[in-house]
Nanobody, 125 residues
Framework: QVQLVESGGGLVQAGGSLRLSCAASGRTFSSYAMGWFRQAPGKEREFVARISWSGASTYYADSVEGRFTISRDNAKNTVYLQMNSLKPEDTAVYYC??????????????????WGQGTQVTVSS
């Protein structure tokens, strides 16, 4: 089992940057693919980015491609989301999630087994 705790959210102006972190407990962190999702008020939770168990493969939603970077440090049991050129429409609660290390890139919430509590990101215009 994996427990996940996000941090690093906050208030930033449009065009600014934030780095989210997700710390995982458990010795099997490196066995999981990791994802970031976000949920804006009144909207469904949506996929943002995914990284393979080794970190060799990443995948992004079109809306964040080129602006966000997902990475992981298996020695520290931590996954990161570097967010640059932030826009007001990036405002949401951001969640990290752990899922099976399959070759298929999963972008649906049902494909992930463990979730953090979320961290708020607010981008002002």
């Amino acid at each position: 089992q994996v427990q996940l705790v996000e941090s690093g959210g906050g208030l930033v102006q449009a065009g600014g940057s934030l780095r989210l972190s997700c710390a995982a407990s458990g010795r099997t962190f490196s066995s999981y693919a990791m994802g970031w999702f976000r949920q804006a008020p009144g909207k469904e939770r949506e996929f943002v980015a995914r990284i393979s168990w080794s970190g060799a493969s990443t995948y992004y939603a079109d809306s964040v491609e080129g602006r966000f970077t997902i990475s992981r440090d298996n020695a520290k049991n931590t996954v990161y989301l570097q967010m640059n050129s932030l826009k007001p429409e990036d405002t949401a609660v951001y969640y990290c999630a752990a899922g099976p290390p399959t070759r298929v890139v999963h972008t649906t919430t049902s494909s992930y087994n463990y979730w953090g509590q979320g961290t708020q990101v607010t981008v002002s215009s």
